[in-house]
C-alpha cells in the first residue's frame, strides 16, 4: 500500500517513528508530505497535502499526526472525497475503517505514545470496510458530497 503522511510540529517526531514502523515491519511505501522539523509549523498546510494524495488517489490512503488530531481530521474532511477519522486508540481505529470507510486517520502525539499508536495504525490498515448496511452508509455519505459539489463524482 501507498501511505500518504505528515505532521506539523507536534507531530513531527512521531511521525518519523511511524513511518520507519510502516514501511519496515509493515511493509508499507510511506509519501511523506512533511513537516521536516519540529519548528513551528501550522497543521492545515500538511493535512489538505495528504488529503489531496488520498483523493486524488496518488496514495491509498492516509495518515496524519499532530497534536490531538482533531483540527487535522476538521481540515481533511473539507477535500472531496475524503473521510477522515480521529482515531488515538483502537476500537476508533478498526470502527472507522469497518463501519465508515475512512482514508484517513489522524492521530495525536499528545495523547498516545508510540505503542499505541502502532496499534492504531496496525489495525486501522488491516481493517476494511465490511457489511452491506455500511457499505450503504458510505455510498449515502458519497451520494450526498457529490449533489454538494454539484458533480456524479
Avoid at 491509498?60 to 475524503?82: E, L, Q, T
Avoid at 502525539?109 to 452508509?137: H, M, Y
Amino acid at each position: 500500500m501507498k501511505i500518504a503522511i505528515g505532521a506539523d510540529h507536534g507531530g513531527y517526531e512521531m511521525k518519523e517513528r511511524m513511518k520507519e514502523y510502516i514501511t519496515k515491519e509493515l511493509g508499507h511505501e510511506c509519501v511523506d508530505f512533511g513537516t521536516c522539523s519540529t519548528e513551528r509549523c501550522d497543521y492545515p498546510d500538511y493535512a489538505f497535502m495528504v488529503a489531496s494524495a488520498v483523493s486524488s488517489h496518488k496514495c491509498d490512503c492516509g495518515i496524519m499526526i499532530d497534536a490531538v488530531g482533531i483540527g487535522s481530521s476538521v481540515m481533511a474532511n473539507k477535500v472531496p472525497g475524503v473521510r477522515a477519522a480521529v482515531a488515538n486508540e483502537i476500537y476508533s481505529a478498526r470502527n472507522s475503517k469497518l463501519h465508515n470507510g475512512c482514508n484517513m486517520l489522524c492521530m495525536g502525539s499528545l495523547i498516545i505514545g508510540d505503542g499505541v499508536a502502532k496499534e492504531v495504525i496496525k489495525i486501522w490498515l488491516e481493517t476494511e470496510l465490511s457489511g452491506d448496511r455500511n457499505i450503504q452508509r458510505v455510498k449515502q455519505i458519497c451520494d450526498i458530497e457529490a449533489r454538494i459539489l454539484g458533480c456524479n463524482r
